[in-house]
């Protein structure tokens, strides 16, 4: 059984920072990807960064230069610090891990957290 506990949500002004941080525990494969999904009202869930064990990262376009994802493989945990917040950022962020244990491929995701940016 794998459980992601995710925190740092919460209310910033536009501008501001916020870091999120998301915790893996149970039987994790040591090569996997995890990742910031987030969805806001009336929208679809769309990716918004990506890094695997390896450390190779991938960017929504509108995230770029802006936010940056880290993680810490010996504590299965994954971070995203988010700078130069802006109102449109606003929806419930969702931290993802997967990994392939051929035949199968697995994803497990967190519970979401809230991040608004008022203007």
């Known amino acids: 059984q794998v459980q992601l506990v995710e925190s740092g949500g919460g209310l910033v002004q536009a501008g501001g920072s916020l870091r999120l941080s998301c915790a893996a525990s149970g039987s994790i494969f040591s090569i996997n990807a995890m990742g910031w999904y987030r969805q806001a009202p009336g929208k679809q869930r769309e990716l918004v960064a990506a890094i695997t064990s390896g450390g190779s990262t991938n960017y929504a376009d509108s995230v770029k230069g802006r936010f940056t994802i880290s993680r810490d493989n010996a504590k299965n945990t994954v971070y995203l610090q988010m700078n130069s917040l802006k109102p449109e950022d606003t929806a419930v962020y969702y931290c993802?891990?997967?990994?392939?244990?051929?035949?199968?491929?697995?994803?497990?995701w967190g519970q979401g957290t809230q991040v608004t940016v008022s203007s």
């Open positions: 993802k891990l997967s990994f392939a244990s051929p035949p199968r491929a697995y994803e497990f």
